[in-house]
């Protein structure tokens, strides 16, 4: 105690008007001399007895109600302790002291701990100001009459005693030397006369309503309140101490009130200083807090003693996390993510205020709006509630005790007993644990046998097959919070960065891709998008085709939770280098620059034949042989063959030999090409040098009706991308950041220049944005999610733009990439939004982990802890395992007949070099990749949903 409290005095006008100190009674007493005074002190059973100091360490608070004259300017001012403030003060200085004396000191501090012969181990007493004075005066004579008088004595009332006795007005506090006593006079803090006067209620102006729950030490009641010449308002009424119940509560809820009340009844002086202690913690917290995320208090009622704070009209989360596991349906990414975003908000408010909240989990969320399950909705609403154990930190910003649930309390804290400092960041681990519950809709460590040796060992909660198959950001992000070092997790600020941006649910997997993939990647194929439209199996694999330096290539695989696996397709003999690739019905076209092509089945792997272009029809003569690109025109089994200088348009029909339609020769060199589909006459737009565009009109007969160009107004570069689909064409061009959106009869309608927008979810150190000035379209696609049709644009920076396509409005910028975004591949697809929601198996990490690698080589962003029994990187390795087992296990399900169109989601995949993981921007502990990996390329599977927070 000496440590702590040696002197603490605040003097104004010469007089102090506030003392902490410890007693010293060899030192200079200018007050009471508690060494020289005899000390009586009141018992529970009523009986005054002499209190001696026998090396018992005594501190005194004291704020002394004052009167202050001032002269200024011959003017006499008179100054008055304001007893609301001075109130106030001692109830703050009265909560450090205890949450010190219990956080730094438990084996004593802790509230109503007794020694063996039934005494406290620590007396709060308060004395009776008469007898303070008559003390005061009796040192002045004895200083005059030099010691020859005799003690003074000094009457001192428990705190608990003043507690209970001003719960009954009726029975005041007596001293045996001067009556009756006023509660107000001596603690006036138990009679909360500090709080704001807009938080006071009475009994009178409020109404219990049916119970509605129970907590370890009180009653919450559906309520109404009201302030004065107000209307009642319905509100949550947690009540610290019996009351008249309904006649119509349950059994369960009967019998805990009827203990309650004989709780109460066999020691009401304890319980009534437990409920105050409750009471008065909760408002330390309450009457400070204004955050949309955070309950707040609306009223106080000290007789008896209620906390009336906002009502969440869908109760605690983990009720609705509960029926969602009763109807077998997991909570949507959307909804993780909106709830992840305000709990994170809610503790970087506490935080920034210096409190310590210390028992985040779902049962301490309280919800307002929230999806029901198989609800397409995703509004969310939700609140931290309950701060009984909340504590305010130190001003180095660090904490002291032992406080939580078991499962959620950080390693930190239970290693030591809270004896041992420790900061905000045991909030980051119960983050951590609360991802955990939406992913998995149950408790951490459940039926987890010794679950403290099992923490202490560095054993985290498993995660099943089902929960292994969310995005990996969201795992990353548990793993992270989960970090045994509590430098190593991430701050509330960064909780709130890191689910706040783009990538946190919308990027599926990340997998390196082999370092015998071909440098110019320009060459790439995908799986053909009629394909998926026309399937109605949820569970189909989605492709796509990679050239090798050694002129093979590689197929990779992936479905809607992440890359699968890949294959290789091996070159023949004396093939050329590869130019073209393309998936059309179920063949893989491999073009080169021959002129040739060579025809693979999808299925087998295996060769149907080769041909060269020039074989298709005598007339074709062809001064350049390259083929720049091959395509397909989707529900007319038509495939385009681009030339240098010309396109070469054939019918297909399946494994067979391609029929010649027609040739459509050019002047100037053809850089790439779009077709814009339509029931009747289709166009086809080539890009050429000096910003020039060819729209190719074809007749329902597939016949070429007329060819007609427009150039982009001001520009001279060439033409490097065009995409389209039934409604418009949108352009851009070489070394530009600008992309163009054009009409179908070739009106340019809008232009939008990326290079002005800076990309979100980026830390300050981090965020470099030299490195993506000047940054120019590399790559762009077009996709139709969620019945919004999505531009997607990749520039030589690494920058990735979502544009809401028909108004080139940008929805999300962000960098998953160091350098240049090379290629996008859009993947069509009809996903039944309760595929996520049908349970697999319980198996874990641990079974999981022994089983075959898959051969894709998935990046893993972590490293794995020495601490941990489980791996990091086991967890990746279980998440390539798990995709290809659910895979497998869904294909041959049916989409439903009656499924919702608007539930239709794409992929794209992004291929780029240096992927930049979304943690590690956030990350104070970024572990530095090799240099190998570093520069590699990498491919990354996306969802397209609302990027629209």
């Known amino acids: 105690m000496k440590s702590i409290f040696e002197f603490d005095l605040v003097c104004a006008f010469d007089t102090f008007i506030f003392s902490l100190k410890q007693f010293l009674p060899l030192a200079c007493v200018r007050d009471v001399n508690y060494s020289t005074a005899e000390l009586h002190k009141k018992n529970e059973d009523g009986q005054w007895r002499q209190l001696k100091l026998n090396g018992e360490f005594l501190v005194e608070l004291l704020i002394p109600s004052l009167l202050i004259d001032v002269e200024v300017n011959g003017v006499t001012y008179e100054l008055e302790v304001d007893k609301k403030v001075a109130t106030r003060a001692l109830a703050v200085v009265v909560n450090i002291i205890d949450d010190l004396l219990e956080d730094w000191f438990p084996a004593i501090g802790t509230r109503f701990m007794h020694t063996s012969e039934g005494f406290l181990l620590v007396d709060r007493l308060v004395a009776c100001p008469k007898c303070a004075t008559n003390c005061l005066k009796s040192e002045d004579t004895r200083s005059i009459s030099k010691g020859k008088n005799g003690p003074e004595r000094l009457h001192l009332f428990s705190i608990e005693d003043c507690i209970f006795h001003s719960r009954s007005p009726d029975s005041p506090l007596k001293c045996p030397q001067h009556e009756k006593i006023q509660i107000e006079e001596i603690a006036p803090d138990v009679t909360f006369v500090d709080l704001p006067n807009q938080f006071i209620i009475t009994a009178d102006n409020m109404k219990r309503g049916k119970l509605v729950g129970r907590g370890a030490f009180g009653f919450v009641f559906l309520g109404f309140m009201k302030h004065k010449n107000e209307a009642y308002a319905e509100v949550a009424l947690k009540v610290l101490e019996p009351v008249e119940q309904e006649n119509d509560v349950r059994s369960s809820a009967q019998a805990a009130f009827e203990a309650f009340r004989l709780k109460w009844k066999n020691d009401a002086f304890e319980n009534g200083a437990r409920a105050y202690c409750i009471a008065r913690q909760e408002l330390n917290m309450l009457t400070d807090i204004q955050h949309p995320h955070a309950t707040c208090l609306l009223g106080f009622c000290p007789q008896p003693i209620t906390l009336a704070v906002e009502l969440a009209p869908l109760g605690a989360l983990d009720q609705i996390l509960a029926k969602y596991r009763r109807s077998n349906v997991r909570l949507t990414l959307k909804v993780v993510q909106h709830t992840s975003i305000q709990i994170a908000k809610a503790l970087e408010y506490l935080h920034t205020n210096r409190i310590i909240y210390r028992d985040l989990k779902s049962e301490n969320v309280l919800v307002w709006r929230f999806p029901p399950p198989h ?260 529900g007319r089994q038509i495939a385009t063959v681009v030339l240098r200088f010309s396109l070469v348009l054939c019918s297909y029909s399946g494994p067979e030999r391609p029929q010649f339609l027609m040739c459509i020769e050019l002047t100037e060199a053809i850089h790439v090409l779009t077709i814009v589909h339509s029931a009747d006459d289709w166009q086809i737009w080539t890009g050429h040098d000096q910003s020039r565009l060819f729209i190719h009109h074809i007749t329902s007969k597939n016949r070429l009706l007329y060819s007609n160009s427009v150039t982009h107004t001001g520009e001279q570069a060439t033409v490097s991308h065009v995409v389209s689909n039934s409604t418009g064409v949108w352009s851009s061009l070489e070394e530009s950041g600008k992309v163009f959106l054009w009409e179908k009869n070739a009106v340019l309608k809008k232009t939008l220049n990326c290079q002005k927008l800076l990309p979100m979810s980026e830390s300050l150190s981090s965020m470099n944005v030299e490195s993506i000035k000047g940054g120019h379209v590399t790559a762009m696609a077009l996709t139709e999610g969620f019945g919004q049709q999505q531009l997607v644009v990749g520039t030589s920076a690494g920058v990735l733009v979502i544009v809401q396509a028909k108004e080139m409005i940008p929805l999300a910028v962000f960098r998953p990439f160091a350098s240049e975004i090379e290629r996008i591949l859009c993947y069509p697809s009809f996903i039944p939004a309760s595929l996520l929601q049908r349970e697999l198996s319980q198996q874990s990490i641990s079974s999981l982990t022994t089983q075959q690698s898959t051969e894709i080589e998935t990046l893993s962003m972590k490293n794995s802890s020495s601490a941990s029994p489980i791996g990091v990187n086991d967890i990746y390795d279980a998440v390539n395992r798990v995709k290809e087992k659910f895979s497998n296990m869904i294909v041959g399900q049916k989409t439903p007949q009656n499924m919702n169109p608007r539930l239709k989601e794409d992929y794209f995949v992004t291929i780029g070099t240096e992927y930049r993981s979304l943690l590690e921007r956030f990350s104070q502990t970024s572990v530095e990749a090799e240099e190998p990996i570093r520069n590699r390329r990498c491919a990354i599977v996306w969802r397209t949903d609302d990027w629209i927070k």
């Not at 890359?563 to 893989?588: C, G, M, Q, Y």
């Open 375 to 634: 609800s397409m909705t995703v509004e969310v609403h939700v609140k931290l509630g309950d701060y009984g154990i909340s504590r305010h930190g130190y001003p180095s910003g660090v904490c002291k005790g032992y406080g939580g649930t078991e499962g959620f309390m950080a390693p930190e804290v239970i290693r030591y007993n809270g004896e041992r400092e420790y900061t905000e960041k045991v909030d980051s681990f119960s983050y951590g644990m609360f991802l955990y519950e939406l992913v998995s809709l149950k408790q951490p460590y459940d039926r987890q046998e010794q679950m403290k040796d099992f923490i202490l060992e560095g054993g985290r909660p498993f995660l099943t097959d089902k929960e292994l198959l969310f995005p990996s950001n969201v795992l990353d992000l548990i793993v992270t919070c989960w970090a045994e070092s509590a430098e190593e997790r991430p701050s509330s600020s960064q909780l709130i960065e890191i689910t706040s941006a783009p990538e946190f649910i919308h990027l599926l997997d990340v997998a390196l891709l082999n370092t015998e993939i071909h440098p110019e990647i320009s060459v790439i194929g995908m799986q053909e998008p009629e394909l998926e439209m026309d399937s109605s199996d949820p569970g189909i694999n989605y492709q796509c085709l990679l050239p090798r330096s050694d002129n093979a290539v590689e197929l990779f695989s992936f479905n809607q939770f992440g890359w699968i696996d890949s294959k290789i397709i091996r070159p023949v003999k004396h093939t050329k280098k590869i130019t073209a690739l393309h998936f059309i019905e179920e063949n893989i076209w491999i073009g080169d620059e021959g002129g040739n092509i060579r025809m693979v089945c999808a299925a087998t792997l295996s060769d149907l034949f080769i041909f060269s272009v020039s074989s298709l029809h005598p007339s074709l003569k062809i001064a350049d042989p390259t083929i720049i690109d091959l395509g397909s025109v989707v």
